[in-house]
T-cell receptor, first 114, second 113 residues
Framework: KAGVTQTPRYLIKTRGQQVTLSCSPI?????VSWYQQTPGQGLQFLFE???????NKGNFPGRFSGRQFSNSRSEMNVSTLELGDSALYLC?????????????FGPGTRLTVL | GNSVTQMEGPVTLSEEAFLTINCTYT??????LFWYVQYPGEGLQLLLK?????DKGSNKGFEATYRKETTSFHLEKGSVQVSDSAVYFC????????????FGKGTTLSVSS
Protein backbone atom coordinates (compact mmCIF):
# COMPACT_ATOMS: atom_id res chain seq x y z
CA LYS A 1 0.00 0.00 0.00
CA ALA A 2 1.13 3.50 -0.67
CA GLY A 3 1.83 5.58 2.38
CA VAL A 4 0.40 8.93 3.36
CA THR A 5 1.23 11.56 0.78
CA GLN A 6 1.31 15.29 1.28
CA THR A 7 1.54 18.04 -1.27
CA PRO A 8 3.31 20.29 -1.74
CA ARG A 9 6.45 19.27 0.17
CA TYR A 10 7.75 22.81 0.42
CA LEU A 11 6.00 26.14 0.32
CA ILE A 12 7.10 29.74 0.72
CA LYS A 13 4.51 32.41 1.39
CA THR A 14 4.46 35.98 2.67
CA ARG A 15 2.62 37.37 5.65
CA GLY A 16 -1.07 37.95 5.06
CA GLN A 17 -1.41 35.35 2.34
CA GLN A 18 -3.35 32.14 2.69
CA VAL A 19 -2.23 28.59 1.98
CA THR A 20 -3.85 25.22 1.36
CA LEU A 21 -2.08 21.96 2.11
CA SER A 22 -3.25 18.58 0.88
CA CYS A 23 -3.09 15.09 2.34
CA SER A 24 -3.98 11.72 0.84
CA PRO A 25 -4.34 9.00 3.47
CA ILE A 26 -3.48 5.37 3.15
CA UNK A 27 -6.13 3.56 1.14
CA UNK A 28 -8.95 2.44 3.40
CA UNK A 29 -8.08 4.83 6.21
CA UNK A 30 -10.96 7.11 7.10
CA UNK A 31 -9.39 9.15 9.89
CA VAL A 32 -7.03 12.00 9.05
CA SER A 33 -5.28 14.20 11.60
CA TRP A 34 -3.09 17.26 11.18
CA TYR A 35 -0.18 18.36 13.36
CA GLN A 36 2.13 21.36 13.44
CA GLN A 37 5.80 20.76 14.29
CA THR A 38 8.05 23.64 15.32
CA PRO A 39 11.38 23.71 17.19
CA GLY A 40 9.86 25.73 20.02
CA GLN A 41 6.47 24.11 20.54
CA GLY A 42 7.19 20.63 19.27
CA LEU A 43 4.36 18.59 17.79
CA GLN A 44 0.92 20.04 18.35
CA PHE A 45 -2.43 18.59 17.31
CA LEU A 46 -4.47 20.75 14.95
CA PHE A 47 -7.58 18.73 14.12
CA GLU A 48 -8.92 15.30 13.18
CA UNK A 49 -11.46 14.37 10.53
CA UNK A 50 -13.44 11.18 10.13
CA UNK A 51 -16.00 10.54 7.43
CA UNK A 52 -15.91 14.19 6.36
CA UNK A 53 -16.67 15.43 9.91
CA UNK A 54 -14.30 17.21 12.22
CA UNK A 55 -14.08 15.09 15.35
CA ASN A 56 -11.54 16.99 17.40
CA LYS A 57 -9.78 20.31 17.32
CA GLY A 58 -6.66 21.50 19.08
CA ASN A 59 -5.96 24.94 20.50
CA PHE A 60 -5.28 26.88 17.35
CA PRO A 61 -6.91 30.10 16.16
CA GLY A 62 -9.74 30.09 13.66
CA ARG A 63 -7.28 30.98 10.87
CA PHE A 64 -6.52 27.28 10.79
CA SER A 65 -9.24 25.22 9.18
CA GLY A 66 -9.60 21.94 7.40
CA ARG A 67 -11.93 19.66 5.58
CA GLN A 68 -12.18 16.09 4.42
CA PHE A 69 -13.64 14.82 1.19
CA SER A 70 -15.69 11.71 0.53
CA ASN A 71 -12.57 9.84 -0.64
CA SER A 72 -10.95 10.64 2.76
CA ARG A 73 -8.45 13.06 1.25
CA SER A 74 -8.03 16.11 3.45
CA GLU A 75 -6.95 19.70 3.09
CA MET A 76 -5.97 22.24 5.67
CA ASN A 77 -6.07 25.96 5.11
CA VAL A 78 -4.29 28.75 6.94
CA SER A 79 -5.53 32.24 6.25
CA THR A 80 -3.78 35.54 6.97
CA LEU A 81 -0.42 33.89 7.45
CA GLU A 82 1.86 35.06 10.26
CA LEU A 83 5.60 34.56 10.64
CA GLY A 84 4.91 32.15 13.51
CA ASP A 85 3.03 29.83 11.18
CA SER A 86 6.34 28.72 9.68
CA ALA A 87 6.47 25.04 10.55
CA LEU A 88 6.41 21.49 9.31
CA TYR A 89 2.78 20.42 8.90
CA LEU A 90 2.25 16.71 9.28
CA CYS A 91 -0.74 14.70 8.22
CA UNK A 92 -1.50 11.30 9.71
CA UNK A 93 -4.07 8.70 8.82
CA UNK A 94 -5.56 5.90 10.85
CA UNK A 95 -7.83 3.00 9.99
CA UNK A 96 -10.21 3.80 12.83
CA UNK A 97 -11.02 6.33 15.44
CA UNK A 98 -10.11 4.57 18.65
CA UNK A 99 -7.42 6.07 20.83
CA UNK A 100 -5.28 2.97 20.58
CA UNK A 101 -5.12 3.02 16.81
CA UNK A 102 -1.73 3.70 15.27
CA UNK A 103 -1.39 6.84 13.21
CA UNK A 104 0.67 6.68 10.01
CA PHE A 105 2.42 9.93 9.23
CA GLY A 106 3.22 11.55 5.93
CA PRO A 107 6.54 13.29 5.18
CA GLY A 108 5.09 16.71 5.90
CA THR A 109 4.81 20.06 4.16
CA ARG A 110 7.47 22.59 5.12
CA LEU A 111 5.83 26.03 5.18
CA THR A 112 8.01 29.12 5.36
CA VAL A 113 6.32 32.47 5.92
CA LEU A 114 8.40 35.52 5.01
CA GLY B 1 -4.80 19.15 31.53
CA ASN B 2 -3.42 16.22 29.59
CA SER B 3 0.30 16.32 28.93
CA VAL B 4 3.43 14.30 28.29
CA THR B 5 6.83 15.08 29.79
CA GLN B 6 9.97 13.41 28.53
CA MET B 7 13.59 13.89 29.42
CA GLU B 8 15.43 16.66 27.67
CA GLY B 9 18.14 15.69 25.28
CA PRO B 10 20.37 15.32 23.59
CA VAL B 11 21.36 11.91 24.84
CA THR B 12 24.78 10.82 23.63
CA LEU B 13 25.80 7.18 23.96
CA SER B 14 28.44 4.82 22.67
CA GLU B 15 27.41 1.81 20.64
CA GLU B 16 26.19 -1.13 22.77
CA ALA B 17 25.35 1.12 25.73
CA PHE B 18 22.07 0.81 27.63
CA LEU B 19 19.41 3.37 26.80
CA THR B 20 16.65 4.80 28.96
CA ILE B 21 14.48 7.73 27.91
CA ASN B 22 12.06 8.75 30.63
CA CYS B 23 8.45 9.63 29.88
CA THR B 24 5.68 10.54 32.30
CA TYR B 25 2.16 11.60 31.53
CA THR B 26 -0.83 13.37 32.99
CA UNK B 27 -4.21 12.29 31.67
CA UNK B 28 -7.78 11.73 32.64
CA UNK B 29 -9.16 8.29 32.07
CA UNK B 30 -7.10 5.51 30.53
CA UNK B 31 -4.99 6.75 27.66
CA UNK B 32 -3.06 4.67 25.17
CA LEU B 33 0.67 5.34 25.14
CA PHE B 34 3.08 5.41 22.23
CA TRP B 35 6.70 5.92 21.29
CA TYR B 36 7.26 7.39 17.85
CA VAL B 37 10.67 7.82 16.22
CA GLN B 38 11.84 10.31 13.62
CA TYR B 39 15.02 9.28 11.81
CA PRO B 40 17.05 12.03 10.09
CA GLY B 41 15.32 13.15 6.92
CA GLU B 42 12.36 10.84 7.46
CA GLY B 43 8.82 11.11 8.79
CA LEU B 44 7.46 9.99 12.12
CA GLN B 45 6.90 6.29 12.53
CA LEU B 46 5.46 4.23 15.34
CA LEU B 47 8.07 2.39 17.39
CA LEU B 48 5.83 0.70 19.95
CA LYS B 49 2.61 1.17 21.88
CA UNK B 50 0.66 -0.01 24.93
CA UNK B 51 -3.07 0.38 25.35
CA UNK B 52 -3.64 -0.57 28.98
CA UNK B 53 -1.86 -0.65 32.32
CA UNK B 54 0.98 -3.17 32.68
CA ASP B 55 1.12 -3.77 28.93
CA LYS B 56 4.63 -3.93 27.52
CA GLY B 57 5.23 -2.67 24.02
CA SER B 58 8.31 -3.89 22.18
CA ASN B 59 9.89 -3.53 18.76
CA LYS B 60 13.42 -3.62 17.30
CA GLY B 61 14.90 -4.33 20.73
CA PHE B 62 13.14 -1.36 22.33
CA GLU B 63 10.70 -1.89 25.21
CA ALA B 64 8.37 0.25 27.31
CA THR B 65 5.92 -0.75 30.05
CA TYR B 66 2.70 1.16 30.79
CA ARG B 67 2.92 1.93 34.52
CA LYS B 68 -0.31 3.45 35.75
CA GLU B 69 0.85 3.75 39.36
CA THR B 70 3.77 5.96 38.37
CA THR B 71 2.11 7.38 35.21
CA SER B 72 5.20 6.46 33.23
CA PHE B 73 6.15 4.82 29.95
CA HIS B 74 9.95 4.81 29.89
CA LEU B 75 11.70 3.64 26.73
CA GLU B 76 14.61 1.19 27.12
CA LYS B 77 17.02 -0.69 24.90
CA GLY B 78 19.73 -2.98 26.13
CA SER B 79 22.32 -2.27 23.44
CA VAL B 80 22.00 0.71 21.12
CA GLN B 81 23.40 0.89 17.61
CA VAL B 82 24.53 3.84 15.53
CA SER B 83 21.42 3.32 13.40
CA ASP B 84 19.25 4.12 16.45
CA SER B 85 20.31 7.76 16.26
CA ALA B 86 17.05 9.67 15.88
CA VAL B 87 14.53 11.81 17.74
CA TYR B 88 12.16 9.85 20.00
CA PHE B 89 8.71 11.12 20.94
CA CYS B 90 6.49 9.85 23.72
CA UNK B 91 2.77 10.38 23.09
CA UNK B 92 -0.66 9.59 24.44
CA UNK B 93 -4.13 9.34 22.96
CA UNK B 94 -7.60 8.56 24.18
CA UNK B 95 -7.95 11.73 26.22
CA UNK B 96 -10.81 12.60 23.92
CA UNK B 97 -12.73 10.76 21.23
CA UNK B 98 -10.66 9.91 18.22
CA UNK B 99 -6.99 9.26 17.66
CA UNK B 100 -5.54 12.70 18.44
CA UNK B 101 -2.08 12.47 19.99
CA UNK B 102 -0.43 14.64 22.60
CA PHE B 103 3.34 14.49 22.16
CA GLY B 104 6.24 15.14 24.44
CA LYS B 105 8.94 17.55 23.26
CA GLY B 106 11.11 14.80 21.86
CA THR B 107 14.53 13.46 22.87
CA THR B 108 17.42 13.43 20.45
CA LEU B 109 19.58 10.32 20.68
CA SER B 110 23.03 10.29 19.17
CA VAL B 111 24.97 7.00 19.14
CA SER B 112 28.63 6.91 18.21
CA SER B 113 30.75 3.91 17.25
Amino acid sequence: KAGVTQTPRYLIKTRGQQVTLSCSPISGHRSVSWYQQTPGQGLQFLFEYFSETQRNKGNFPGRFSGRQFSNSRSEMNVSTLELGDSALYLCASSPGTLGGNEQFFGPGTRLTVL
Amino acid sequence: GNSVTQMEGPVTLSEEAFLTINCTYTATGYPSLFWYVQYPGEGLQLLLKATKADDKGSNKGFEATYRKETTSFHLEKGSVQVSDSAVYFCALSGFQAGTALIFGKGTTLSVSS
